[in-house]
């Protein structure tokens, strides 16, 4: 059973940065995307980075470019978030997401969130 634990998130001033990270374990094949997405109060979750394996493409949410960056180390199944900049609206509970291909199917899975809160 693929599972995804996130943590990293917190409270931090505006113009600060954090760093989420994604534990990956379980998976069961090479192929997948694995990214972050964000909900908060009252909104629809969002995508705000996305990473594919088969070719290392990496794509943004419109809101978060030149701020955030994703990243991941193979070595230990883990993918990073990297947020700089960060301002009252990227307040929000930061989910990680894999979706993993096998043969013609492709299977999604959700970690359980992490908080972030940007105040002052």
């Known amino acids: 059973q693929l599972q995804l634990v996130e943590s990293g998130g917190g409270l931090v001033q505006p113009g600060g940065s954090l760093r989420l990270s994604c534990l990956a374990s379980?998976?069961?094949?090479?192929?997948?995307?694995i990214g972050w997405f964000r909900q908060a109060p009252g909104k629809e979750r969002e995508k705000v980075a996305c990473?594919?394996?088969?070719?290392?493409?990496?794509h943004y949410g419109d809101s978060v470019k030149g701020r955030f960056a994703i990243s991941r180390d193979n070595a230990k199944n883990i993918v990073y978030l990297q947020m700089n900049d960060l301002r009252p609206e990227d307040t929000a509970v930061y989910y990680c997401?894999?979706?993993?291909?096998?043969?013609?199917?492709?299977?999604?899975?959700w970690g359980q969130g992490t908080q972030v809160t940007v105040s002052s």
């Open positions: 997401k894999i979706q993993e291909r096998l043969g013609h199917k492709d299977y999604d899975y």
């Open positions: 990473l594919a394996s088969l070719d290392n493409s990496i």
């Open positions: 379980g998976s069961r094949s090479d192929y997948y995307t």
